[in-house]
Nanobody, 126 residues
Framework: QVQLVESGGGSVQAGGSLKLSCAAS????????MGWFRQGPGVGREGVAA????????YYGDSVKGRFTISQDNAKNTVYLHMNNLKPEDTAMYYC???????????????????WGQGTQVTVSP
């Protein structure tokens, strides 16, 4: 099992930036694909971005392309989500998730992930 702990959430005004971190521990060798998801009030969990732990390929949801960047520090077993030009519609609980297999195959589908963090809240005011 992999344990994931998110941090870095907070409240910002529209146009601002935040950097989320996801620290992994446990059986990290199983983490081939790391993803960030978000869930706003009354809506389902949405895939935001993902990264292949080995090759570093990255994937983004259409709503965040050009504004968010996912990166990793394998030495620290940590994945980051750099969020720029934040908008009120980015307000959500953000979750980190891990799975085996390449991200290419359904990175944006929550059920494809085995391990999840507790989430960190991001609130963007107009």
């Amino acid at each position: 099992q992999v344990q994931l702990v998110e941090s870095g959430g907070g409240s910002v005004q529209a146009g601002g930036s935040l950097k989320l971190s996801c620290a992994a521990s446990g059986h990290t060798y199983r983490m081939s694909c790391m993803g960030w998801f978000r869930q706003g009030p009354g809506v389902g969990r949405e895939g935001v971005a993902a990264i292949d732990s080995g090759g570093g390929s990255t994937y983004y949801g259409d709503s965040v392309k050009g504004r968010f960047t996912i990166s990793q520090d394998n030495a620290k077993n940590t994945v980051y989500l750099h969020m720029n030009n934040l908008k009120p519609e980015d307000t959500a609980m953000y979750y980190c998730a891990a799975r085996s297999g390449l991200c290419y195959y359904g990175w944006h589908i929550p059920n494809n992930y085995n391990d999840w963090g507790q989430g960190t809240q991001v609130t963007v005011s107009p």
